[in-house]
């Protein structure tokens, strides 16, 4: 769109890099300003043309949002926000856009269409009113317990509207032709930790041909053993996001040391996981 000026990308932690990197490459317009926001800024200014920012980062930066009005917002795996009363939810509803809201998610609920309501009661009038919704879609009634929206009813209606009004739905073989399965580096931003031993390996002159006759290898794997322990938070907060999207997911898990081994085996323990090693 040649006349946008502004952008506003909300999505999970694990994507602000991969993001990035996609509106680097595919974006026609090379001057535009993107910011990943990892930091807190202070001005509307340091917001860029183009400001991506995870859900849970939005509450410590509400009041420079509120100040600006974009002209596109984006929120990516949008199922984030499907409880209104999360503070996650509040802070999304209260960006400001004047232009276009696109809301993507290949799960826009779960269990339940009362779970779909927070994603779309903004982006039509039909759906703004929570009790009429919940008395037309999700049989809603007054238990035992008071007001209940957790069942269903008149689905089809309810998808006949989405479709006409603001719900854009494409399968995978709608759209590419794309192999079974995807393989994607995910980027993990560098703390001080893994700076500072990427920075001692780059001094080490390294022959890979002859990596295990040179007497400096000993030091080289000592600096990959510290990175891969540096990487463990990491890795685990990436297969919370993960798990907690989707929680049926399989995952598995390639590790070279036993000391990484034990540290995701601890970090990961509500998952109970399994492990295959030499010693098992």
């Known amino acids: 769109t040649p006349n946008w000026k502004s952008a506003i990308i909300v999505c999970p932690k694990i994507l602000l890099t991969n993001w990035k990197r996609e509106l680097e490459t595919w974006l026609i317009k090379k001057d535009v300003k993107i910011v990943v926001g990892d930091f807190k800024p202070k001005t509307v200014e340091e917001l860029g043309d183009i400001f991506i920012v995870n859900y849970e980062r939005l509450a410590s930066i509400k009041e420079v949002i509120a100040k600006k009005t974009f002209d596109f917002a984006i929120e990516d795996e949008a199922h984030n926000i499907k409880t209104y009363k999360a503070q996650r939810s509040k802070n999304t509803k209260k960006i400001k856009w004047s232009k276009k809201l696109i809301r993507i998610t290949g799960t826009p609920f779960l269990n339940k269409p009362i779970e779909l309501h927070n994603l779309i009661n903004d ?28 069942g269903s009813s008149n689905l089809e209606e309810l998808q006949m509207i989405l479709y006409d009004t603001i719900m854009v739905r494409r399968l995978k073989s709608e759209v590419l032709d794309l192999p079974e399965k995807q393989r994607q580096t995910i980027y993990l931003k560098p703390n001080r930790e893994q ?8 001094v080490i002159d390294v022959n890979y041909n002859e990596l295990f006759k ?31 999207e989707n929680p049926d997911k399989k995952l598995v898990i390639g590790a070279i040391h036993h000391d990484v081994e034990d540290m995701l085996l601890e970090g990961l323990k509500k998952y109970q996981p399994s492990i295959l090693n030499g010693a098992t």
């Open 123 to 150: 982006m039509d009038p039909y759906f703004a009113n929570w009790k009429k919704y919940a008395y037309r879609y999700c049989n809603g009634h007054n238990g035992t317990y008071g007001f209940d929206p957790t």
């Open 214 to 244: 040179n007497p400096e290898f000993s030091e080289y794997a000592k600096i990959f053993h510290q990175i891969s322990i540096t990487k463990v938070p990491q890795i685990i907060e990436y297969v919370d996001e993960v798990l907690k």
């Open 195 to 202: 700076i500072k031993a990427l920075k001692e390996l780059n």
